[in-house]
Nanobody
């Protein structure tokens, strides 16, 4: 059974940084497309970033140049370095895993996989 546990959320002022982590277990980690999606209060879920087992990365347009996704296949770990945070980045952030590579439908893969964590809250104040 796949288990994903996020950590690293918190409250920061606009322009600040946070680093989210996700610890994965119960899977052959390198074979999975890993990523993050978020959901703000009253809004739809949104794919943020994804990374394939070979390290190929994909980003939602609004976070390009500010967020960096990375993974450590030896540690079954996933990270999201978030710099230049904006109030509109405020949301619950979830780690997700989907067997296979990250395709052109990576956002769909992250949003609809059954393998996801419980989330970690990120709050950015202006």
């Amino acid at each position: 059974q796949v288990q994903l546990v996020e950590s690293g959320g918190g409250s920061v002022q606009a322009g600040g940084s946070l680093r989210l982590s996700c610890a994965a277990s119960g899977l052959t980690y390198s074979r999975y497309c890993m990523g993050w999606f978020r959901q703000a209060t009253g809004k739809q879920r949104e794919g943020v970033a994804a990374i394939a087992g070979d390290g190929t990365t994909l980003y939602e347009d609004s976070v390009k140049g500010r967020f960096t996704i990375s993974r450590d296949n030896a540690k079954n770990a996933l990270y999201l370095q978030m710099n230049g945070l904006k109030p509109e980045d405020t949301a619950m952030y979830y780690c997700a895993a989907d067997l296979g590579t990250c395709g052109s439908i990576w956002k769909y893969q992250l949003l609809y996989t059954s393998s996801r964590g419980q989330g970690t809250q990120v709050t950015v104040s202006s």
